[in-house]
T-cell receptor, first 113, second 111 residues
Framework: DTAVSQTPKYLVTQMGNDKSIKCEQN?????MYWYKQDSKKFLKIMFS???????INETVPNRFSPKSPDKAHLNLHINSLELGDSAVYFC????????????FGPGTRLTVL | AQSVTQLDSQVPVFEEAPVELRCNYS??????LFWYVQYPNQGLQLLLK??????LVKGINGFEAEFNKSQTSFHLRKPSVHISDTAEYFC?????????FGTGTSLTVIP
């Protein structure tokens, strides 16, 4: 069973479109995250979310919005896609608490043309 | 906020040779330390972690890391690398609230 899954694995779209990436975890974790990895492999935290609190990295444009229908899912919706949004997006989950490791999904490679 | 420095962006090493990937972090207050590996076109997976206790931590695939509080370092080592160890390696530091990742070290094992 896949612990953290993401769909789609690849996403190719035109500038200006709106798209969503889905994430599901079956580990029962209470916190989920979205990361962006650029072409130089730098990892940047975008959001962390549990059932009480959404923490947004202030550098993330408001075109990006996380949506959590339930504790096991955290989807990423992106409006008005730009060329610079091209990257690999990773979902992760963990238990609350800094000593707990994060479990990562396989990633979604987004290409904006 | 923490900062995590991985000084070596790329490390080439011959097969069966030892390797050390360096990681330094900014704060000496209580932190938790992790190493993750990312194989090509995959997500990150945990190699090992230090929470407390013995400063030498053993992980999967023969890797180990040593926590040095005075030098605020958590270097990753393997005595003999294999071709399959070719991957990106990330050091991460966590305080009570957030993970901070380093910029990654690309390890290439040369046959």
């Amino acid at each position: 069973d896949t612990a953290v899954s993401q769909t789609p694995k690849y996403l190719v779209t035109q500038m200006g479109n709106d798209k969503s990436i889905k994430c599901e975890q079956n580990l029962g974790h209470d916190t989920m995250y979205w990361y962006k990895q650029d072409s130089k492999k730098f990892l940047k935290i975008m959001f962390s979310y549990n059932n009480k609190e959404l923490i947004i990295n202030e550098t993330v444009p408001n075109r990006f919005s996380p949506k959590s229908p339930d504790k096991a899912h955290l989807n990423l919706h992106i409006n008005s896609l730009e060329l610079g949004d091209s990257a690999v997006y990773f979902c992760a989950s963990s238990w609350t608490g800094g000593y707990n490791e994060q479990f990562f999904g396989p990633g979604t490679r987004l290409t904006v043309l | 906020a923490q900062s995590v420095t991985q000084l070596d962006s790329q490390v080439p090493v011959f097969e069966e040779a030892p390797v050390e990937l360096r990681c330094n972090y900014s704060s000496s207050v209580s932190v938790y330390l992790f190493w993750y590996v990312q194989y090509p076109n995959q997500g990150l997976q945990l190699l090992l972690k230090y929470l407390s206790g013995s400063t030498l931590v053993k992980g999967i695939n023969g890797f180990e890391a040593e926590f040095n509080k005075s030098q605020t370092s958590f270097h990753l080592r393997k005595p003999s690398v294999h071709i399959s160890d070719t991957a990106e390696y990330f050091c991460a530091v966590s305080d009570s609230n957030q993970f901070y990742f380093g910029t990654g070290t690309s390890l290439t094992v040369i046959p």
